[in-house]
């Protein structure tokens, strides 16, 4: 993770940058147009705003809905294993580029929502084997934790100061390792180990990164918030649509497995 959060860290770093509006109104001597930013002419240049990044994001949700829609029904569960797999490391590896590339390539975002979509559903299809019922449990979880978030931060319940995001970035990086390291047992002796196989510390564990994927959320709009601020350009709205993402896909995925092991006979 980069900044107070690599998934928008090109926006925070954009947002330091002063903020000009035409040549002779307090930009530099010597200062060009279309050297940083596109936010220099003010009249000229469409902006950030938060309308926009909305429409991203749902964008990149339905986009991410329909493929998973299309996973589920195509594929079977006989041969969920690769390409669970198969999603899940170009998934890490797409989802890495755009964080420390720091892209705003609309094509390269939406070809991450596409991976997600064919990821979240072959592993939904699983779940839903096993569980009945509970991928519409874990959606509404999921949905709803979102805009309770998005609601405590709007009325500035919670408020994303330099400390917190510092904490929450920190607890998300450690829990990130973590699991990383679990995982990697897991494929070398196929055992999912304390913090996957349901029991008391399984069920802690979830719950701790639900936690801190929900905090998540007030660092990703105090970060979209400020790229708007800081008058940045249109395109930045993808990035943090993409964090938004992210975030979303992580909570839906603790969601499923805390749900999981209350549901297990």
């Not at 950030?48 to 809905?65: E, F, G, H, N, Q």
């Not at 939406?110 to 959606?139: D, N, P, R, T």
């Not at 007030?218 to 708007?228: A, L, P, T, Y």
Request: hydrophobic share 55%.
């Amino acid at each position: 993770m980069k900044s107070s959060n690599p998934v928008l860290s090109r926006i925070s770093a954009a947002a330091q940058q002063p903020r000009y509006t035409v040549p002779g109104q307090g930009a530099p001597a010597g200062y060009q147009a279309g050297g940083y930013p596109e936010v220099v002419q003010s009249g000229h240049v469409d902006r950030m705003t938060v309308d926009d990044v909305v429409v991203k994001t749902v964008t990149l949700l339905a986009t991410t809905a329909v493929f998973a829609a299309i996973t589920w029904a195509v594929v079977p569960l006989e041969v969920m294993r690769p390409v669970l797999y198969a999603s899940m490391f170009l998934g890490v590896i797409v989802g890495l580029i755009i964080s420390f590339a720091q892209v705003t390539n609309a094509a390269v975002i939406l070809g991450y929502a596409v991976v997600e979509g064919v990821f979240l559903g072959i592993i939904s299809k699983a779940y839903e084997h096993f569980f009945e019922g509970i991928v519409l449990q874990a959606v509404i979880a999921t949905l709803s934790v979102f805009l309770a978030m998005a609601a405590l931060y709007k009325l500035k319940i919670i408020r994303a100061t330099p400390k917190f995001m510092k904490i929450v970035i920190g607890a998300a990086a450690g829990l990130g390792v973590v699991m990383l390291v679990n995982f990697v047992i897991y494929l070398f002796t196929d055992s999912v180990g304390p913090l996957r196989d349901g029991g008391p510390i399984a069920i802690g564990f979830s719950l701790v990164c639900i936690v801190v994927a929900a905090l998540m959320f007030v660092v990703n709009f105090k970060q979209i918030e400020d790229g708007i601020a800081a008058g940045l350009p249109r395109k930045y709205g993808w990035l943090g649509a993409f964090g938004i993402l992210v975030e979303l896909v992580w909570l839906y995925l603790e969601m499923l497995r805390l749900i999981s092991y209350f549901s297990e006979d």
